[in-house]
Structure formats: structure tokens, C-alpha cells
């Protein structure tokens, strides 16, 4: 079955760390873009990170620079996402996405990457 899956999510209390991982099946991520989405409630999905399929090239949102690190593991055909000093507006569904068609580096569009969307973690920051 071709598809990619997220997990690591989990509560954690604000100040905390998650690392989340999204791992493919059926296919291999080795030459693919690597896009992470969130979606709080009621809010739209937006770009949290990117890495590109040769790693040359990374993205962050502002609203987590210098807190989550974004690193992959072409051997286990995953994809991380380490999330330290978390917040409350952090809580939100993650999700990890991957397009065939992307050219190797970042795009932080959600409507660039078709091909592949995980079924989404979910993150909660609460104390």
C-alpha cells in the first residue's frame, strides 16, 4: 500500500519536545520533497518545514525557527520533525506531505504537494 503515515504525536506540557516522524510505504522518499503541514482547530493548514530530496535545501516557518528541526532518513525512508520547546499554538493536527513532481527544494504551498498526504498526528501543548 502506498502511502505515508505520521506519528509521535502526543500532550506535552508547554516547554516540552515531540519529535514526529513520517514514514513511507510502498514507495521511496530518497528523491522527494518533504513537506510538514499543521492545522489547528478552526484555522487553515499551514507550511511548518520542508526539506528537499538532497537536503540542500530547508524551510521553516518563522513561528518555529530555532525550535523544530526538520532531518531525514533515506536508509528507514523517513522523514522527522523535532519539536523543542513547544507551545501552546503549536497544538494542532501535523501532517507530512510528498510530491513526485517537486523539484528538489522547499516549497511551503500545500497545494504543491498532491501525490502524497499522511493521515495526520496529532499534537497537543497544554499544561
Known amino acids: 500500500q502506498v502511502q505515508l503515515v505520521e506519528s509521535g504525536g502526543g500532550l506535552v506540557q508547554p516547554g516540552g519536545s515531540l519529535r514526529l516522524s513520517c514514514a513511507a510505504s510502498g514507495f521511496s522518499l530518497d528523491y522527494l520533497t518533504i513537506g510538514w503541514f499543521r492545522q489547528a482547530p478552526g484555522k487553515e493548514r499551514k507550511a511548518v518545514s520542508c526539506?528537499?530530496?538532497?537536503?540542500?535545501?530547508?524551510y521553516y516557518a518563522d513561528s518555529v525557527k530555532d525550535r523544530f528541526t526538520i532531518s531525514r532518513d533515506n536508509a528507514k525512508n523517513t522523514v522527522y520533525l523535532q519539536m523543542n520547546s513547544l507551545k501552546p499554538e503549536d497544538t494542532a493536527v501535523y501532517y507530512c506531505?510528498?510530491?513526485?513532481?517537486?523539484?528538489?527544494?522547499?516549497?511551503?504551498?500545500?497545494?504543491?504537494?498532491?501525490?502524497?498526504w499522511g493521515q495526520g498526528t496529532q499534537v497537543t501543548v497544554s499544561s
Open positions: 526539506i528537499s530530496s538532497s537536503e540542500g535545501s530547508t
Open positions: 506531505a510528498a510530491d513526485e513532481k517537486l523539484p528538489p527544494f522547499c516549497s511551503s504551498r500545500d497545494s504543491d504537494y498532491e501525490d502524497y
